[in-house]
């Protein structure tokens, strides 16, 4: 089992930033590839952005591409996302997921959620205009 924890989000104004964190306990972090999901009202979950292990690959989802950037700590069981230029379409509750599978990489296995194993409890963003 891994336990995420969310934290960082609020209510800021458009153009202005946030950092998300989400600290993970429980098992090795490092085993883990971790994503950010995000939940707008009325709206279905959609991918934001996700990480390799090491790190070494990230995705991001067109909307967010070069305003959000996806980061991790392996040394504190952590990963970030940090959020710049947000707008008020970023408004939504932000969920962090951890995916154990063995099955690569690839953008379709970080970019789907049901590849991802456990879920923190989101952290609610709001972006006014």
């Known amino acids: 089992q891994v336990q995420l924890v969310e934290s960082g989000g609020g209510l800021v104004q458009a153009g202005t930033s946030l950092r998300l964190s989400c600290v993970a306990s429980g098992r090795t972090f490092s085993n883990y590839k971790m994503g950010w999901f995000r939940q707008a009202p009325g709206k279905v979950r959609e991918f934001v952005a996700a990480?390799?292990?090491?790190?070494?690959?990230?995705y991001y989802a067109d909307s967010v591409k070069g305003r959000f950037t996806i980061s991790r700590d392996n040394a504190k069981n952590t990963v970030y996302l940090q959020m710049n230029s947000l707008k008020p379409g970023d408004t939504a509750v932000y969920y962090c997921?951890?995916?154990?599978?063995?099955?690569?990489?690839?953008?379709?296995?970080?970019?789907?959620?049901?590849?991802?194993?456990?879920w923190g409890q989101g952290t609610q963003v709001t972006v006014s205009s």
């Open positions: 990480i390799t292990r090491s790190a070494g690959i990230t």
């Open positions: 997921a951890a995916n154990s599978r063995q099955s690569g990489s690839s953008w379709n296995e970080l970019s789907t959620q049901y590849n991802y194993d456990y």
